[in-house]
């Protein structure tokens, strides 16, 4: 499921969406969408994986248990932080 990491200042979620319509199909809008001043960046300047999940956990509320970014043994994430689809 897609999820997003965006720096805008002065955009909510709803617009950020909008913006996204007309040039992608909605099936791939982000369902999970943290807005925030600045990319979580390592030391080289890289954007990690475990960095980009901690922030999306901690958008969702949900603080992330153990090594950000750790997975299952199925492979997966171990904690969901999309939103629920209503309907």
Do not use: C, M, W
């Not at 199909?25 to 030391?43: G, I, T």
């Amino acid at each position: 499921r897609l999820a997003a990491v965006v720096v805008a200042p002065g955009l909510d979620r709803q617009a950020i969406i909008a913006a996204l319509a007309g040039h992608i199909d909605p099936v791939f809008y982000p369902r999970q969408v943290a807005l925030v001043e600045q990319l979580p960046r390592n030391e080289a300047g890289k954007l990690t994986r475990a960095a980009l999940l901690e922030v999306l956990a901690r958008a969702a509320g949900k603080p992330p248990d153990g090594p950000a970014g750790a997975r299952t043994p199925s492979g997966g994430p171990q904690h969901d932080t999309e939103t629920p689809d209503a309907g």
